[in-house]
């Protein structure tokens, strides 16, 4: 896995690549992680596309300014980082708080996104306060493994309690139920059949929402499907690759349950 380093607004971003097949697919992490929450995911889709996964400004080994970034911001600098390493038309892949990422580039920058993944979609209107999304956390907490324990810990330690704090309470204040509308490409959301953070009935209003939405299951995966079922979604994303993108070249999914809007 190849690291690339880029300048943004003057601050370093820092991503790992695997080169492959277009479009690239670019990995984009939930709140006060990292891309490390990604790179086994990123290991497995890498023998078939361009995979990569960055550190948004602050998180991981990216650098970011004393206060933490507003949604915007961090979607703005998603989108500078995309042109400092030369990508266009590409896949953004959101997990959690990233899907909330995703969302504002795509429909704020629809020229430059091909397409999403949103794995795990937050935020849930039904549970928009630091209380209710306690609770879930609490609940989805025995569906994820163990060993991602020190992965975390590790970014918390990077990120630091105040920009957490700070990127969790954006996340409660955005309202993607408002953007997802405008996303105009096509959009796979993929939901943890053991997710309590983002129940089902969410899981399918996001795809309701989105003009060019589907919907699929991964059975047997809390909130972290990335982690947790790599070549799971690998397949799943390189389905949808191959039906959004038939220059993405064949590929197959398998031991999935696929619903569509």
Known sequence: MQ??????SGRPMVAWRIAGRKPPVVCVHGAGVSSREFQPFVEVLGR???????????????AGPRHPLGLRALADALVEWLTAVDLDQVVLLGGSLGCQVAVDAAARHPDRIAGLVLVGPTVDPAARSFLHQLL???????????????????????????????????????????KLPHVVMPTLVVRGA???MVPQEWAEEVTRLLP???????????????????????GLVTDFLTH??????????SGQRRSAR
């Open 3 to 8: 690291e690339i380093t880029v300048a943004v």
């Open 194 to 196: 053991q997710d309590r």
């Open 244 to 253: 959004a993108f038939p220059a993405a070249g064949a590929g197959g999914m």
């Open 136 to 178: 879930r956390w609490m609940r989805n907490a025995p569906h994820e493994q163990a060993s991602m324990a020190p992965l975390n810990l590790a970014d918390y330690r990077d990120a630091g309690a105040r920009r957490i704090v700070g990127t969790f309470a954006e996340a409660l204040r955005d309202r993607i139920e408002d």
């Open 48 to 62: 078939r596309h361009d995979a990569w996964t960055v550190d948004l400004p602050g998180f991981g080994a990216s």
């Open 212 to 234: 060019a939405g589907r919907l699929a299951v991964v059975e047997k995966s809390g909130h972290m499907v990335p982690y947790r079922q790599a070549h799971a979604l690998a």
